[in-house]
């Protein structure tokens, strides 16, 4: 191909006419990955016995949840064809913050300013969250910068914020409120898990059965046709990422429930992992393509793989190069199973 | 909403139109009306305010001057959407159709479900989409999706999305310029039956035969003005070309002249058989003897901008054979094409021509790195050197050679893509619009360039569709649909090479007819 003005008029000259009644295989790329994790978890069935428990399955679930919200909010970022690499930095920064207005200011290893009752704390590191995704998208769609390089300079400063308020160490005496809902049970099942399938399936839902959901795809696919359509483009897709900052946040909350407290580096070099997931899952970098439930299967198997590899014994210190490998397999299968080009 | 029952007058008048841009006036006094069920021609030539007149009459700029009233009322206030999409409707060049989504959801984008909380019914929507493809007659998968729609069968899909709004008055600007013949008649059908339906049409377009075959009346615009409205029956071709084109004075003469030139005799320096390139145009041949200058003319979609593009090696054509001073140049590889003696100034100097932040000097060695240095390296000084050469010869206007060459004005920039492509003195210059944005008096003195080239005993080949650049050359083919239609020597009129280039073939050997002008 070369970058010339003709290939434009041949590629449209060369559409084949009649496509009806014609197997439509990119319509199954969100699907791809359903094979591979069936495959994986033959895989792991064989390799240990341990695999095929529910104490482990719930483990594996519970470590997904939170990468799987950041993967849910940079599913839909990325359908409506933006970016947001500062998730990860939001994870950790909006729990840090809402427990320093809420942590009394004397008598503990972490001082707050004590400014709201504890039982804020999860409202707060909500709204600080919305606060961020809705400065990122005023310096994008008001400013007009590069979505890219603002949601980077993001990333950075607000992992620096939260180094500096949390004086670069771990908080550990949180309010119980701030960590009931990610340490808790519900029905035997961990509460993380139950309120992620649920949010998964409301914004699943909400993509394929809402005109704000289904804005998002044409926004994706071609801003000025949605426009055209009556879409306040630029409107949606801050809502858009103002939610995606929320979810990064609500994130925070139920990792911080899990561990018990804030690390410093809680999030820190996650949004690789994000992007892979949310790609292999079949979700377009360029916009308007895929599905909650493709991005979904993209987390689940990062984390198999990595969970089977354990069980196998193969030495954790491989994990980062299993992980970049099947990133790369994933992007393959995916490329040829739905026959486009992704670049 | 439908209802074309009582008529009210035009469904769409114009009148006393201005709108001015900074100091460029787009439209001045323009008017235009649209009886109900008429199928309304606007044609002119580029600048002549045609798309400005869209743009007004769709409600998304405001005219300065003028009224604008639709079945006799007056328009709508500007941002109301619904009130403008519901009396007129329009079919942009530009699909807005969005291909990952299928046909149903195009069709009813933003308005799948009546309230905005409402899930979707994909099943009523399909049926819906069903219903509204088939009251236009449209035959295409409401379930399939956008991008394996022929071209054709996506602009049926827009036109009954703008149609379903409720105007009975449709805008299609330029809608055959991506299609080929058979989406062309398709198409046309279409819009027949359309008018039958009692629907109005707007139909602007570049190919007079076109508006010929459909449409009852026509407008003319140029230079920002309304020329002349008149029923096509009543306008043969060569006065609407003459409305088109006026009577315009030329300017002072330029510096050069094709008539009083040397004929230089020796083999033919570029030899072009049976050339045939899918899209694009097919079965093209050519001679250009060394001191001559070829133009090759044609509208956006006649395929001479890519067949200049094949000879310099940027498409691999599917037959034919490219030969430079004798020896067969291997089609398809730019290395080849550049190493057979061919210089290139491709169409747009921004895209293909330049590299903007670099230097005066790196632009116009771009093409000879490997003779400024041993080894492959690239010496500052040789670059230098040879810039400082071209920066004279063809007059430059620049602080340096180290200048970024952004810095520039359009013609000198356009210069330097010039004196890239004749760096490797070339045998066969091959330049794409090369007066393409630049002012007048830097048209010239590119223009000369070209025929200085041609006349120190090298072929050139000027491919465009501006009238200006073409005066230069010797002979010109006249090239439509990808074929060439026509030939004329030098001393053309311009009615004549605007009727064949927008389809209507004229003379095909006009040699006998114009050999007084030797």
Known sequence: MTPTTEVRANSAAAVPAPARRRI??????DLSLVPVLLVLGVIGFAVSPAFLTSDNLLGVGQQATELSLLVLAEALILIAGRMDLSLESTIGVAPVIAVWLVLPDHGARFNGL???????????????????????????????????????????????????????????????????????????????????????????????????????????????AARAAGIRVDRVTWAVLILGSLLAAFAGVLYTGHYGSISADQGNGWIFQVFAATVIGGVSLNGGRGTLFGALTGVLTLQLVVNVMTLAGVPPLWNQFLNGAIIIVALIISRFASGEQQE | ????????????????????????????????????????????????????????????????????????????????????????????????????????????????????????????????????????????????????????????????????????????????????????????????????????????????????????????????????????????????????????????????????????????????SG????????????????????????????????????????????????????RPVRTGRVPAALAAGIGFVPEDRHIQGLVPQRSVAENATLTVTDQLGPFGTVMPSRTRAFAERMISGLDIKTPGPSTPVSALSGGNQQKVVIARALATEPHVLVAIRPTNGVDIKSKESLLGTVREVADAGKSALIVSDELDDLRVCDRVLAMFHGRVVAEFEHGWSDEQLVAAMEGMAGPTDTKEDNDSHH
């Not at chain 2, 250009?288 to 200058?293: D, F, M, Q, S, T």
């Not at chain 2, 070829?294 to 034919?320: C, F, I, K, W």
């Open chain 1, 24 to 29: 439509d295989l990119a319509r199954y790329r």
């Open chain 1, 114 to 224: 004590g400014l709201f009752p504890s039982w804020t704390a999860i409202p707060l590191c909500l709204a600080v969250g919305a606060l961020i995704g809705a400065i990122n998208g005023f310096l994008i769609l008001k400013l007009r910068l590069n979505g890219f390089i603002v949601t980077l300079g993001a990333l950075t400063l607000l992992r620096g914020l939260q180094v500096a308020i949390s004086q670069g160490q771990s908080i550990v005496n949180l309010p119980g409120s701030f960590t009931y809902l990610g340490s808790t049970s519900w029905l035997g099942v961990p509460a993380a898990i139950w309120i992620c399938a649920l949010l998964f399936l409301a914004g699943g839902s909400a993509l394929a059965w809402l005109r704000h959901g289904r804005a998002l795809y044409a926004i994706g696919g071609n801003a000025e």
């Open chain 2, 1 to 272: 909403m439908a209802d074309p029952s009582p008529v009210r007058g035009p469904v769409v008048e114009a009148d006393g139109i201005s709108k001015r841009f900074g100091a460029t006036v787009a439209l001045s006094d323009a008017r235009i009306s649209v009886a109900p069920g008429e199928s309304h021609a606007l044609v002119g030539r580029n600048g002549a305010g045609k798309s400005t007149l869209v743009s007004i009459l769709t409600g998304l700029q405001n005219p300065d001057t003028g009224t604008l009233r639709f079945n006799g009322q007056p328009a709508p206030a500007p941002g109301d959407t619904d009130a403008w999409r519901s009396r007129v409707a329009c079919v942009y060049q530009r699909s807005t159709i969005i291909p990952a989504l299928t046909v149903a959801e195009n069709l009813f984008l933003d308005r799948q479900s009546t309230g905005s909380l409402r899930p979707i019914s994909w099943k009523q929507l399909r049926s819906r989409a069903g219903e509204l493809l088939a009251e236009y007659g449209v035959d295409v998968d409401p379930g399939a999706r956008a991008e394996h729609l022929s071209v054709e069968q996506r602009q049926f899909v827009e036109i009954a999305r703008a149609l379903s709004f409720g105007a009975r008055f449709i805008i299609l600007d330029e809608p055959t310029a991506k299609l080929d013949a058979r989406g062309i008649e398709k198409l046309f059908d279409k819009l027949r039956s359309l008018q039958q339906q009692g629907v109005a049409f707007l139909f602007i377009s570049h190919h007079l035969q076109e508006v010929y075959d459909l449409c009852t009346t026509v407008t003319v615009y140029r230079d920002a003005r309304h020329i002349v409205t008149a029923p096509v029956a009543e306008l043969d071709q060569q006065a609407l070309v003459e409305a088109m084109t006026g009577d315009r004075a030329r300017g002072s003469e330029p510096a050069w002249s094709v008539t009083g030139r040397t004929l230089h005799d020796g083999a033919p320096l570029l030899e072009v």
């Open chain 2, 275 to 326: 050339l045939s390139l899918d899209g694009a145009y097919q079965d093209f041949s050519l001679t250009a003897r060394p001191g001559e200058v070829v133009g090759l003319a044609g509208a956006a979609a006649s395929g001479n901008v890519q067949l200049g593009e094949t000879l310099a090696g940027l498409h691999r054509p599917r037959a034919g054979t490219v030969t430079v001073a004798g």
